[in-house]
């Protein structure tokens, strides 16, 4: 899914309710939410009923359903009462569990005209309401530019719209709603929900506990706003500095180190009750185009992809993962037909499925993509997909071209309906497992006790501290002395915030270094500082006691590169803090010293802040190597480097 977002705008507004009038859910009803779903839709989800006992874990290959350890929030779905189910749906009830989308708006039935003319635009409907009624879809994805995310009353009042629209429809069924919560670079929930290190900072933390604790705390605040899947945690291994979609959403260049992360990660989302997604099968940590804009292509051989990109996944897996989501990029050793791997029935059915045994939930990335769409039409996309083996179609560009090629594809024999019940069924399963069918309401009154509570800010916190990485300390600066540096100049770039709510760095890291006792001043240079402002950072660092500039992605010959070298010139100590891709020391090798704190969000910064001011040891080690400025293939700074005081 794409990186960045843009923020949100207006007020909060309660999203639709029970009653379709879109007010939010009366607590009495809320207490009849099992009720209320068991008895919707004309006695159809009536026939399902799940037992509270946990699912077991099924050998690889068995054809059971992905297993699940033991976990708060899951169920042991029944499958006779699954399959009963599926058969009473018409085909076009079918065809719509399978699709995932996007809808603009922050409420399910009265959301602002600017949203409600988008959704026409775009999908040919007014409302989220509208959208599952006229398309039975069965999963809906939460964006910011959407404008679905304002704040958290807000969130669980317009899932709790989307659960009351689709219950109340003739044989309606409970909607699994999503997002892409990665933390870090990629968040679509924002302050005051919890936000924690991304996962390369956790990679340099290197704790399995922490990234339980991330996915336990976020999978909590997730389930009280009713969003019960998560897009996360990214299994890739990112083995190319160059990549310019995957990297610091990694945990790192080693295999085994990002598998242990990804399988504890997981396990923290399952005991709060949300389905994780690893992602992107097989693979994307190679590359050196965003399938956002083009189709990669993964060289590796059979027996690299074996050792390397396989290993989070088989992990996964074994494990008991929720879902799976596919990569819109092309692997010619294993499937040399020049089909994205979403496309390819060898590696959807024949990999992931036959040899990796893996008979759990399958999503694409989404369909509006570049990298999905550079070989076949819109229409043909969804059918390929399904006929590859995938089970959920994730936010097609035009929903009626897809949805409707899907229903000719089957009436026209392409595709056997039996096809379609297969993932209907994966899907249902996981809605059931999640209790979705007896609980599918957020508890308001449990969003001010669950979401941004002190206790989880503190966890977040303690989670940064240890995966702030300190590379380089010339002259044993760091710690910054309050004696003899307490004026702390602070510059640097600033990028907007990935879920609109944090931010700007430099005023973040002022800020925090003032409360630490420094006199800061944050002047923001942005990533290409002109002549004037390079000029002005200039004079200022010398008066300054000590700069701290936060770079970003710097390259060989740029303007911020270029600042740094005129900042060093004046004498006055600098600090570089690269506040996303740790290799930036590479090209500002003449800074004092380096520290790496993986992505910009408040939390990260903050960490950063007590580490310079001596209120925390840097505990983080590098989980990619660092190459040298002049050649890729040498390294500068080896996995596991780092220093402390």
Excluded at 448 to 459: E, K, M
Aim: glycine share 10%; aromatic share 4%.
């Amino acid at each position: 899914m794409p990186e960045t977002s843009t923020g949100d705008r207006g007020n909060t507004d309660s999203g639709g309710g029970p009653d379709g009038t879109g007010g939010t859910v009366p607590a009495h009803r809320l207490r009849t939410s099992r009720r209320r779903v068991l008895a919707a839709g004309a006695g159809l989800t009536a026939a399902l009923a799940v037992s509270g006992a946990a699912p077991g874990r099924p050998e690889p290959g068995a054809g059971a359903a992905p297993a699940a350890r033991p976990a708060s929030g899951t169920r042991r779905p029944d499958e006779r009462k699954l399959r009963a189910l599926v058969a009473r749906m018409t085909l076009e009830e079918k065809v719509g569990q399978l699709f995932v989308m996007r809808v603009y708006g922050h409420s399910a039935t009265e959301p602002d005209q600017a949203d409600v003319d988008a959704n026409l635009a775009e999908i040919g409907v007014r409302t989220a309401a509208e959208l599952i009624a006229k398309y039975h879809v069965g999963g809906i994805i939460y964006f910011i530019w959407a404008h679905n995310t304002r704040d958290p009353h807000q969130i669980a009042a317009l899932s709790n719209g989307i659960q009351a629209a689709s219950l109340g429809r003739p044989r309606g069924l409970p909607v699994l709603i999503s997002t892409d919560q990665e933390h870090g670079l990629v968040c679509r929930i924002g302050e005051p929900a919890t936000l924690f290190p991304g996962a390369m900072a956790v990679g340099a933390g290197g704790s399995r506990s922490d990234a339980r604790t991330l996915g336990r705390i976020s999978g909590a605040e997730l389930r009280a706003l009713g969003v019960r899947q998560d897009y996360s945690p990214d299994a890739d291994v990112n083995v190319n500095p160059a990549n310019p979609v995957i990297g610091v959403r990694s945990f790192g260049a080693d295999p085994k180190a990002v598998a242990s992360l990804v399988t504890a990660e997981a396990a923290g989302y399952r005991s709060a009750g949300v389905a994780a997604t690893a992602k992107h099968f097989p693979g994307h940590g190679d590359t050196t185009v965003d399938s956002h804009l083009g189709i990669p292509v993964i060289t590796h051989s059979r027996e690299v992809w074996d050792e390397l990109d396989s290993v989070p996944f088989r992990a996964a897996i074994a494990d008991g993962i929720d879902a799976i989501m596919t990569a819109h990029l092309m692997v010619p050793a294993l499937d040399p037909s020049g089909d994205p791997a979403t496309l390819s029935h060898p590696i959807v059915t024949g990999i992931l499925r036959g040899e990796l045994g893996y008979d759990g939930l399958v999503v694409t990335d989404a369909l509006d993509m570049e990298g999905v769409r550079t070989k076949y039409g819109d229409d043909r996309v969804p059918v390929l997909a399904l006929l590859a083996g995938v089970d959920q179609l994730l936010n097609p560009p035009h929903l009626d071209v897809a949805w409707n090629a899907v229903l000719a594809a089957v009436r026209d024999g392409e595709l056997t309906e039996a096809r379609i019940e297969e993932s209907v069924l994966r899907v249902l399963r996981l809605k059931a497992r999640l209790g979705l069918f007896e609980e599918p309401y957020a508890d308001p009154a449990a969003i001010d006790r669950t979401v941004g509570t002190p206790a989880h800010l503190a966890s977040a916190d303690r989670v940064a501290e240890r995966t702030t990485t300190l590379l380089t300390n010339g002259s044993s600066l760091l710690p910054l002395s309050r004696r003899s540096h307490r004026n702390v100049l602070v510059l640097g770039a600033d990028p907007a915030s990935p879920s609109g709510t944090t931010g700007p760095p430099t005023t973040t890291l002022a800020t925090a270094l003032t409360e630490l006792g420094f006199t800061a001043t944050a002047l923001s240079t942005g990533t290409a500082p002109s002549t004037a402002t390079a000029d002005k950072a200039v004079e200022a660092a010398r008066t300054a006691d000590a700069v701290v500039i936060g770079t970003y992605n710097v390259t060989a010959g740029s303007a911020q590169q270029a600042l740094v070298t005129r900042l060093v010139a004046t004498g006055t100590p600098v600090v570089a803090v690269a506040i996303r891709n740790p290799y930036d020391v590479a090209h500002v090798p003449d800074a004092t010293a380096h520290l790496a704190t993986y992505s910009w969000t408040d939390v990260e910064l903050r960490a950063a802040a007590r580490v310079i001011a001596g209120r925390a040891h840097p505990r983080g080690r590098l989980p990619v190597p660092v190459p040298t400025a002049d050649d890729p293939a040498k390294v500068l700074y080896p996995i596991g480097h780092g220093l402390t005081y």
